[in-house]
């Protein structure tokens, strides 16, 4: 009971997150560097060299952990934007 109680009040961590400490692991054990993860969050162009570093590691997990990170990092409601149809009493000249 108490740990359910913990655990309610335990903000979900962000997916990035994870994923970005699952790639400093394997980057780690494959080439003794470190990944910046608070950097890996908040810096683009680290991300990006990170990552292509991580999609050049064929045969380990890294290139599907930097397609995953990918993936968490886009916009989840952009697809609800675009569904509904132009309002078809909308005109430019009116």
Same mark, same amino acid.
């Not at 961590?13 to 994870?18: A, N, S």
């Given at each position: 009971?108490?740990? !359910?109680? !913990?655990?309610?009040?335990?903000?979900?961590? %962000?997916?990035? =997150? $994870?994923? /970005?400490?699952?790639?400093? $692991?394997?980057?780690?054990?494959?080439?003794?560097? @470190?990944? %910046?993860?608070? @950097?890996? $969050? =908040? &810096?683009?162009?680290?991300?990006?060299?990170?990552?292509?570093?991580? &999609? /050049?590691?064929?045969? #380990?997990?890294? +290139?599907? $952990?930097?397609?995953?990170?990918?993936?968490?990092?886009?916009?989840? &409601?952009?697809?609800?934007?675009?569904?509904? +149809? +132009?309002? !078809? #009493?909308?005109? +430019? #000249? /009116?």
């Amino acid at each position: 009971m108490v740990i !359910a109680e !913990a655990a309610a009040h335990i903000a979900p961590m %962000d997916p990035r =997150t $994870l994923i /970005a400490s699952r790639i400093d $692991l394997h980057l780690r054990r494959q080439l003794g560097m @470190r990944l %910046d993860c608070h @950097r890996a $969050l =908040t &810096d683009a162009a680290y991300v990006r060299d990170v990552l292509l570093v991580c &999609d /050049a590691m064929l045969g #380990t997990d890294l +290139p599907s $952990l930097a397609h995953r990170f990918r993936v968490e990092g886009e916009p989840r &409601d952009q697809s609800s934007r675009n569904s509904s +149809p +132009p309002s !078809a #009493t909308w005109s +430019p #000249t /009116a």
